[in-house]
Structure formats: structure tokens, C-alpha cells
């Protein structure tokens, strides 16, 4: 849990670094762990859990030798009205169990852009409908915590060239206290995914707050037990090779693990192995045990004490009282009372607390983020977005190719050759890129890269003979989001070919042409489903124009490109309910998309004053594809087109 003394209306950026001064120039290659993470008031806490949403992942500091951080304001809340975001249910001071829902509500004048529940300061899997979001209590340990939920608003929607400069608002709830009371005290998973091609297993560990008897049962998607494991103690640690019972093959995907529990009337022994293995129980989940002993420190007017290595090498800690002791009596030295501004270490410690409740408990799990039960991967996916460092800077127009005198700019975007356009920020795409990330991973599907801002060039998405390696041919499914713009219809947009091409902008003169790239490779991680989320990409005109001439990118192996054919709006909604038709409603490609364009643009109805179609470049196949059931390309039959109106 990382803590620090705030100001109300504050927006900070949270990085890590593994060592101090480790580049060769001497500084320190921080790395950003939490981005726009709203001020709590008069002091901030956050938990760094690691994050396994991105790619290449931060793994949990209890894997790393030395952590260090730095909180920095990033800016301050520029809307007159904040977002109002409350947890309704569970009350204050509640003891849960088992499998619950938290409800929390949000309301703005303005734009609701996003709302994030935290546990402990960790954030949350995303909620379905942004009001109830559904946690298993047993992978916590038993005792207090802490629950909140942060909101963001904007006063208008981003997207759309020349739309003006948008203003932002955040809000974090009141804290409400809850206690956790489960006989399975703490279940826990190693990895997000694991590969046993690879000699990978996952380990799958827990704590009971009595002495019991337990069954594991791994299953399918269809609740199908394939492997079954059982043991007894006040422990849990089994390694799942990824086979089945016997040993026999099973295929990959998405596998839950419901456990249950009868106690046996053993002792209850802290320290005492369990099941099947004979190891000494799993450290919790927040790296310690009550009995582990460490170094801890006490600085003047601090609140509790804490361990030393939180310091960093060099820290000045006279006057800090500095002593060694268990875990246990650490806590026992911290005020028991869970303030807004004082956190019980207890929390954070994983000290399980005494349980009061039933003799025997099922569970079913993860529900927790990051976890998540993957034996391989159901498939692989790439993102590339840009939301670009100044809100409104003049770009000029592409250039035509044609020698002098002749015109040396494309006329785009019903603008003149002589033009500029003024181009904004798309904040947003920041977060349809995380939403969909999420979503996708919870569905067994792994990220091959997400790359934003200057982590990618034009050189990432260009065809080789345009001076590129598309990274997206080493992924099936690939997601980029720019701005973008077409060049205007007749000789006026057109280039020296004659062409009038649809460009994306990747800021100030940088363009790149839809015919520079090149979609679509074989291979288990063969890019088979294209989206780009910008500005009129498909435009009817453009893409007649860039067919004749043979420069659409759809390779024979690539199954269809997707994106929008008008104006787009980076509605941050977007990218979770794409991702979320896409697998938990096992929609086609194609009704994924534009079912959650036209979800989102509905919601927000109100700020949208133009027409909005989506259009799809595809095989005849592979027209009703899905992520679960795709089809072959057909080159022979002709590339087609279809244009669907979403919005209104």
C-alpha cells in the first residue's frame, strides 16, 4: 500500500522503477503503474498489486527483490462539477462471505465516463453494467478492509476534428470499513495464464481459518470436472500440470476452480502443512506471515510502523525507532481502528483474523483481477492507440506526390488544399484500450503487445515495401486506434496515382495511408480480424477508390477489416462493450462492433449530433465469423464491402 499527503481536486500519476539510477546516464527508468488516479482528499493510498492487463506485465512486487515508486501530479480536475460516486451496498462496518455484489452508483451533469471499484487500494475487473460489480470474498484474507470506487466525467466527447477543448472531472467515495469471514480464509493463483507446453504450472493455493478436509475440482467452461484433487490440513498448495485426471489431454481455454471445504475437528495450526504437499502453508497474498519475522520502523508522527525496506537505499531514518519483530506483533503495535487517513497494517499484512461461521464453504474461482484460470491462451491480440500530448495542434494536410508547381497537399476532410487542421487529444482511447484489454483477457484471450504513444511509429503498421513490419501480422486480432481523415471526393482529394485514399494521423505531418498497410498472416498467431477505430477510415468513396486501384489491405489471409466509414466519437465505453460481445456474448465480428458503437452512442445521445456508420472490407466466408467459429478466407470470390448505419 503506497500512502502520501494530498490535495482535494489533484490527479496523480503513480510510477515504479526495480533500481535507482540504473540508465547510463544515471537517472531512473520510471515506468507508469497507475495513470489519472483521482486525489482521496487530504491523503492517498493506492496498492500496487502489480498489473497483468498490459503488456509486457508488472508482476506483483513479492517478485521483485526491491520496488520503488514515485507519485507525481499529473494535473488537476479542470470541469466545474465533479462526478458524485458512492458505494451503496454493503453497508459500513458489514461482515461478508462466499461470492457478493458491490452496488456502487455515479451521476454527473456532464459525460460519465468511467467508474473503478478498489479493494484494499487494488483496483477491480471492470462491472458489466458500471453498477454492480461481483467479487469472491475468499480471495482475500479473513478481516478488515477497505472498499471505494472512483468516477471520471468530461463535458463533451472526443473524437471528432475541431470539437473544442474538453474538460475533466474526477471523485473517489467514501470509504466503507467491511470485514471478510470465509472458513476458506485466502485463495490464490500464481499466474494469469500458464503454458504447460512451456513446463508451466498453476499453482493453486489457499488457507483455512480450521483445521479441513478439502476438494479441489478443476472445470471446463461447461462446469465439466477434468481434474480432481483432495487433502486435509489448514492449507492448500497443488500444482496443476494443465492434463486432466490420469493424466489425459485437455484442450486449452478458460478453466474455474471450485473448492469446498468441511472442517475435521483438527487443530488449528498455523504452521502445520496440508493436502496432498506437505510444504509449509502459501504465503498470502500480500507476501507475509504473522509468524515471519522482519525489520520494521517507526518515523516521527507516523501513524504505524511499517517495514524498513519501503525506505530506499540512502533515506534519511534518524529519529526513526528501528527494531525487529514478527509480523504479528507489528500489527498488534498499529492502531486496530481503519480511519480514512490511518490503514490497519493488518489489512495489507494478509494476517488472517479469528472465523465465525459455518462448518463447510464452496467457492468457485477467480473472480479476483488479476487472476485468471487460462490453461494456453484461447487466442492472442495486439493494440496500438495514440491520444496524442497537446489538446489542439495544426496538422498540415498530406502531401500528393505531384512534382512542382503542381498542388503539393491532399484536400481532406471538406477542407481546402491550403488548409490546416486542428487536431485534439483523444484521452479516451487510453481507456477503450484498457476496457478491452481487460475484457478479453477474462476470456482467456492473451495480449501480444499494447503500445501507446511514442511506443509505436508509422514503421509498426506499414507493409515492407512502404518501409514497415506490421506488428499486428504477429497477432489474430488487432486493434488500432488514431485519429483519421479522407481525401475529399474528385481530383481535388486524390494523389499523383489518382487515388483518393483514407490517411491515418499519428500527429503534426504524420500520415500513413490505409494502402501503406498490409493486414492478414498464417500461423497460430496469424492476424486474422482487423479493427481501426478512426475517423471515416472506410469511407464509401475512398474505399471504391483504393479497391479499383487494387490498395485495399486485406491479404488472402486476413478475414475481414473493420472500422468506421463516417466521424468517430472515442465513447471510452467502446472498447469493454466490444470486447464483451466479442466473447461473453459470443457475438460475430462484425454485430460486436457495431452493436457496441450503437450501445454506447445511445447512452450518450445527448452529445452526438451526427450520423455515425461502421463498414466492414471482407471474404464472403468470413462474413459471419466469430472468435469461437472462423471460417476460411475465400479470395476467389471477391473482396466485399458492407456499410451498416449505427447512430441514429
Not at 460516486?85 to 462471505?97: E, F, N, Q, R
Not at 517507526?298 to 501513524?303: D, E, S
Not at 497537446?390 to 491532399?410: D, E, I, K
Request: proline share 6%.
Amino acid at each position: 500500500m503506497l500512502g502520501w499527503a494530498s490535495n482535494t481536486n489533484e490527479v496523480y500519476e503513480v510510477d515504479y522503477a526495480e533500481a535507482l539510477n540504473g540508465n547510463p546516464d544515471g537517472s531512473t527508468a520510471w515506468l507508469p503503474l497507475y495513470t489519472e488516479y483521482p486525489s482521496h482528499g487530504t491523503y492517498t493510498f493506492v496498492a500496487d498489486a502489480g498489473n497483468y492487463d498490459i503488456t509486457p506485465n508488472i508482476l506483483h512486487p513479492k517478485h521483485s527483490p526491491k520496488r520503488f515508486y514515485r507519485v507525481k501530479l499529473a494535473e488537476a480536475n479542470t470541469s466545474p462539477s465533479n462526478p458524485d460516486i458512492s458505494v451503496v451496498s454493503p453497508p459500513d462496518g458489514a461482515t461478508l462471505s462466499n461470492t457478493i455484489t458491490l452496488q456502487v452508483t455515479a451521476s454527473s451533469s456532464e459525460i460519465l465516463s468511467e467508474v473503478r471499484l478498489y479493494i484494499d487500494g487494488e483496483q477491480q475487473w471492470p462491472s458489466d453494467d458500471g453498477t454492480n460489480f461481483i467479487i469472491n470474498t475468499c480471495e482475500w484474507p479473513n478481516g478488515d478492509h477497505i472498499v471505494f470506487a472512483t468516477a471520471a466525467s468530461q463535458s463533451g466527447l472526443e473524437g471528432i476534428a475541431n470539437g473544442g477543448v474538453i474538460t475533466y472531472g474526477r471523485a473517489v467515495s467514501s470509504y466503507v470499513r467491511v470485514a471478510f469471514n470465509n472458513l476458506i480464509a485466502s485463495l490464490a493463483f500464481s499466474q494469469p495464464f500458464f503454458e504447460p507446453a512451456l513446463g508451466q504450472t498453476q499453482q493453486v493455493t489457499a488457507t483455512f481459518a480450521a483445521g479441513v478436509d478439502w476438494t479441489l475440482q478443476i472445470q471446463d467452461a461447461s462446469s465439466n470436472t477434468v481434474r480432481t484433487a483432495t487433502g486435509s490440513g489448514v492449507s492448500m498448495l497443488y500444482n496443476w500440470d494443465g492434463t486432466g485426471d490420469g493424466g489425459s489431454s485437455i484442450p486449452d481455454g478458460v478453466y474455474t476452480y471450485l473448492l469446498s471445504a468441511q472442517t475435521n475437528g483438527q487443530a488449528y495450526n498455523q504452521g502445520s502443512g496440508g493436502g496432498i504437499d506437505t510444504d509449509p502453508p502459501p504465503v498470502p497474498s500480500f507476501g507475509v506471515q504473522a509468524e515471519s519475522t522482519d525489520i520494521f520502523a517507526l518515523a516521527p508522527n507516523a501513524a504505524c510502523v511499517v517495514p524498513l525496506i519501503l525506505y530506499p537505499p540512502g533515506y534519511d531514518t534518524n529519529g526513526f525507532d528501528i527494531f525487529e519483530a514478527t509480523w504479528a506483533e507489528a500489527t498488534a503495535l498499529n492502531s486496530p481502528a481503519l480511519e480514512r487517513n490511518t490503514i490497519n497494517l493488518a489489512t495489507f499484512a494478509g494476517v488472517s483474523s479469528g472465523y465465525s461461521g459455518a462448518a463447510s464453504q464452496s467457492t468457485r474461482a477467480p473472480q479476483r483481477k488479476p487472476t485468471s484460470g487460462v490453461k494456453g491462451t484461447s487466442g492472442t491480440f495486439g493494440i496500438c492507440y495514440k491520444t496524442y500530448a497537446t489538446n489542439g495542434f495544426a496538422s498540415l494536410h498530406p502531401r500528393t506526390g505531384w512534382p512542382y508547381p503542381l498542388p503539393p497537399r491532399v484536400a481532406i476532410d471538406g477542407q481546402s488544399r491550403t488548409a490546416q487542421t486542428v487536431d485534439y487529444r483523444i484521452r479516451q482511447y487510453r481507456y477503450l484500450a484498457r476496457g478491452f484489454e481487460a475484457e478479453m483477457q477474462k476470456s482467456g484471450w492473451k495480449t501480444a503487445f499494447l503500445k501507446e504513444e511514442d511506443q509505436w511509429s508509422a514503421a509498426d503498421i506499414k507493409r515492407p515495401d512502404r518501409g514497415g513490419n506490421s506488428i499486428f501480422n504477429t497477432c489474430n486480432f488487432g486493434m488500432l486506434m488514431t485519429h483519421g481523415s479522407y481525401g475529399n471526393t474528385g481530383t481535388t482529394g486524390t494523389e499523383a496515382d489518382g487515388v483518393s485514399y483514407t490517411y491515418l494521423w499519428l500527429g503534426q505531418d504524420d500520415y500513413v495511408r490505409l494502402a501503406d498497410m498490409d493486414c492478414g498472416s498464417a500461423g497460430t498467431n496469424g492476424l486474422r480480424w482487423m479493427t481501426i477505430y478512426a475517423c471515416n477510415i472506410l469511407r464509401p468513396y475512398n474505399y471504391d477508390s483504393m479497391n479499383d486501384a487494387g490498395l485495399i489491405p486485406v491479404n488472402e489471409k486476413l478475414h475481414l477489416l473493420i472500422g468506421p466509414s463516417t466521424d468517430s466519437i472515442a465513447i471510452p465505453g467502446i472498447g469493454y462493450e466490444y470486447a464483451h460481445n466479442l466473447t461473453a456474448k459470443n457475438q460475430t465480428i462484425v454485430d460486436a462492433f457495431n452493436n457496441a458503437l450503437e450501445t454506447e452512442l445511445f447512452l450518450n445521445r445527448l452529445f452526438v449530433t451526427n450520423t455515425i456508420k461502421a463498414a466492414v472490407s471482407f471474404w464472403p466466408a468470413c462474413i459471419n465469423d466469430k472468435l469461437s467459429d472462423a471460417h476460411d478466407p475465400d479470395p476467389l470470390n471477391g473482396l466485399q464491402y458492407q456499410e451498416t448505419q449505427v447512430f441514429p
